[in-house]
């Protein structure tokens, strides 16, 4: 039976040798270290109680402004004119009268027939006519706009 035990023993230490330190872990460090500075910079100790030169200085250091700005360009680009769009599709929604022809939410066109605060009825075709709630339209087209023939 073949034996298994460990590498023999080198040097002084009494641990196998792939257990061993070796010489490079002083420069394996150094890259180590160099590569993480690129993504924290180093902490420099300041006095004990000692404030920055300036409190500008010490805000503009501070994550807090940079935060405030990306959220303000992201308010002003994305989220106001969702709202003011969605407000403007709600609107027109809301003035759906009779005679408009619309689509719902699952896609029916059809002519409203009877308006009731927030129920419709739909002319789909000759003699067939459903109930739908108003929230479930989803665009009032024009009067006379053209097929997709």
């Known amino acids: 039976m073949a034996s298994t035990a460990l590498p023999a023993a080198t040097g002084r230490d009494s641990r196998p040798a792939f257990l061993q330190p070796t010489r490079d872990f002083r420069a394996a460090h150094q890259q180590f270290r160099g590569l993480f500075s690129m993504f924290a910079s180093p902490a420099y100790a300041q006095a004990a109680g000692a404030a920055p030169s300036s409190t500008?200085?010490?805000?503009?250091?501070?994550?807090?402004?940079?935060m405030i700005v990306i959220m303000a360009i992201w308010w002003v680009l994305i989220i106001n004119p969702?709202?003011?769009?969605?407000?403007?599709?709600?609107?027109?929604?809301?003035?759906?009268?009779?005679?408009?022809?619309?689509?719902?939410?699952?896609?029916?066109?059809g002519k409203v027939i009877k308006s009731d605060g927030d129920e419709v009825e739909l002319e789909l075709g000759p003699n067939i006519r459903v109930r739908a709630l108003r929230s479930t339209l989803s665009d009032i087209r024009p009067l006379g706009a053209p097929a997709n023939d």
Do not use: H, W
């Not at 500008?56 to 940079?66: D, N, R, T, V, Y």
């Not at 769009?85 to 009779?98: S, T």
């Open 56 to 66: 500008l200085q010490g805000l503009l250091s501070s994550p807090l402004p940079i």
């Open 82 to 109: 969702q709202r003011k769009a969605q407000k403007n599709q709600r609107a027109k929604i809301e003035a759906a009268k009779k005679g408009d022809t619309v689509v719902t939410g699952g896609g029916l066109i």
